[in-house]
């Protein structure tokens, strides 16, 4: 998703911790565009499948699978919710999301194929580099640049 043209992307604030850490977020800021990117470890029984499915099928949005993690994509954002189990939850999620925080001057522009590589991406990261999650490399693996 890195543009094409315009200034580079820029982290403009990053707050990823591993280590027992439930939460994390980054604020992009370039090509004109911003984009938050957030995840939150859930409890196993805090969203089933269905329920994830289910959000998929929302007005706009599209379902995304890679692997055992599932989640939706649309113009605006995604999310994947993608199994991180531990001895005490082994059913547990964690749920990263992705949003463009656009003006509604862009509204005909299409994101959706940018937001679904973003997506993984950053899922692959907080799930393999961050929380080091059991069974993340089915997420492909990290490349570095």
Request: charged content about 25%.
């Amino acid at each position: 998703m890195l543009p094409k043209h315009g200034t580079k992307f820029t982290e403009k604030f990053q707050s990823f911790h591993g280590g027992g850490s439930n939460t994390g977020h980054c604020f992009l800021r370039g090509a004109g565009m911003n984009i938050g990117i957030n995840y939150t470890v859930h409890a196993g029984s805090e969203f089933t499948e269905a329920h994830i499915e289910e959000m998929a099928k929302a007005p706009g949005r599209s379902a995304l699978t890679i692997g055992k993690a599932k989640g939706d994509v649309s113009n605006t954002g995604g999310t994947l919710f993608v199994p991180c189990p531990t001895k005490d939850d082994p059913g547990s999620l964690v749920r990263i999301e992705a949003a463009y925080y656009r003006h509604p001057d862009d509204v005909q522009n299409s994101w959706k194929e940018d937001f679904r590589d973003l997506i993984i991406s950053a899922a692959r990261h907080v799930a393999q580099d961050v929380l080091k999650c059991e069974g993340s490399k089915e997420l492909g693996e990290n490349r570095k640049n």
